[in-house]
């Protein structure tokens, strides 16, 4: 038995989704359509209401593993998951909701309060996951309980005529489930530790069904995007670069680098070469930025087809 000798609490941290990383950055960089600014806003703040659950879920002191934002595959259907918790004995999957303001519940659909405009159904997404969970538990070997809770995380969200044998907990439930969490009877083992590694390797960076907005190169509007308050700079001459907005100051290698990473987010399998990245960012020289692929990146190729990767 593998005893931890120290509290890990988040055992897969969560990063911003691929969607999300792409929407943003092409909002600074061209119009977006509608539909896709809308969903830029809703991805935005599940975001912020899943960061908000990490922080609490980072205090817990009992002996867990906890899974943050896993994607994952089971018989060519794709799952999402918020939040999962391995403890001795049971898996816990958290469906993570941050909407705010008035909502009701009726025939086992939820609504906002004052509208008939039916949205979808947090509790149809967790059982889903554990549908899907289950199989894909049993393949790896491991025939533990599943037992988790869509979590309601606004302080300002209210749901009407919630249904008490639900697996709903509510924003002011949040320090008695966080609690309940602590007291859980909990001692992993290497065993746990095997299942919570394979579900890490089976995360998928990608999820097949987003579907982008059109955009192309030529059309996007060149120069680097602000670290702090996301606002395009075209910056001035000199070493450092300075948000006009904001004041935040960053150094071009920095900066460079972050192009670049953008670059390979929008347009995967591009060909990273100096003069793209200096058209890109728009910044220093093509000798600095020579300078700053080379240190960071391989030269592959020779001459006029020199390339970094």
């Known amino acids: 038995m593998m005893e931890r000798k120290w509290h890990m609490p988040h055992y897969k941290s969560r990063v911003r989704s691929k969607e999300l990383?792409?929407?943003?950055?092409?909002?600074?960089?061209?119009?977006?359509?509608?539909?896709?600014?809308?969903?830029l806003a809703y991805l935005e703040k599940g975001y912020q209401g899943e960061v908000f659950f990490d922080q609490l879920t980072s205090e817990l002191k009992n002996d867990l593993y906890i899974l943050n934002d896993l994607s994952l595959e089971q018989n060519k259907s794709f799952f999402q998951i918020d939040t999962l918790i391995i403890s001795q004995h049971t898996i816990y999957p958290y469906e993570i909701k941050n909407y705010e303001g008035d909502y009701r519940y009726e025939s086992g659909n939820f609504y906002p309060k004052s509208s008939k405009d039916e949205i979808s159904n947090p509790l149809h997404q967790l059982e889903r996951s554990k549908l899907l969970l289950?199989?894909?538990?049993?393949?790896?070997?491991?025939?533990?309980?599943?037992?988790?809770?869509?979590?309601?995380?606004?302080?300002?969200?209210?749901?009407?005529?919630?249904?008490?044998?639900?697996?709903?907990?509510?924003?002011?439930?949040l320090n008695s489930l966080m609690k309940k969490l602590n007291e859980i009877p909990s001692k992993l083992t290497n065993r746990h530790k095997i299942l919570a590694d394979q579900l890490i390797s089976l995360h998928q960076t990608d999820n097949p069904?987003?579907?982008?907005?059109?955009?192309?190169?030529?059309?996007?509007?060149?120069?680097?995007?602000?670290?702090?308050c996301h606002l395009l700079i075209?910056?001035?001459?000199?070493?450092?670069?300075?948000?006009?907005?904001?004041?935040?100051?960053?150094?071009?290698?920095?900066?460079?680098?972050?192009?670049?990473?953008?670059?390979?987010?929008?347009?995967?399998?591009?060909?990273?070469?100096?003069n793209l990245v200096?058209?890109?960012?728009?910044?220093?020289?093509?000798?600095?930025?020579?300078?700053?692929?080379?240190?960071?990146?391989?030269?592959?190729?020779?001459?006029?087809?020199?390339?970094?990767?």
Request: with cysteine.
């Open 134 to 173: 289950r199989p894909l538990l049993k393949d790896l070997g491991f025939y533990l309980p599943i037992e988790g809770d869509v979590t309601f995380v606004h302080p300002n969200f209210t749901l009407y005529q919630a249904p008490l044998k639900e697996p709903i907990i509510h924003p002011t439930q």
């Open 209 to 228: 069904f987003t579907r982008y907005p059109a955009y192309n190169f030529g059309h996007l509007k060149k120069g680097v995007i602000c670290g702090n």
């Open 21 to 39: 990383r792409v929407l943003s950055s092409l909002n600074v960089r061209m119009e977006l359509p509608f539909k896709d600014k809308q969903r």
């Open 278 to 309: 200096f058209e890109w960012c728009g910044v220093g020289s093509k000798k600095q930025i020579r300078r700053i692929l080379k240190q960071n990146y391989t030269l592959m190729g020779f001459g006029q087809w020199t390339y970094y990767e």
């Open 234 to 274: 075209i910056p001035d001459e000199g070493k450092m670069i300075v948000c006009s907005k904001c004041g935040h100051i960053e150094t071009i290698d920095s900066a460079v680098l972050r192009c670049v990473e953008e670059l390979v987010l929008l347009f995967p399998g591009i060909k990273i070469t100096t």
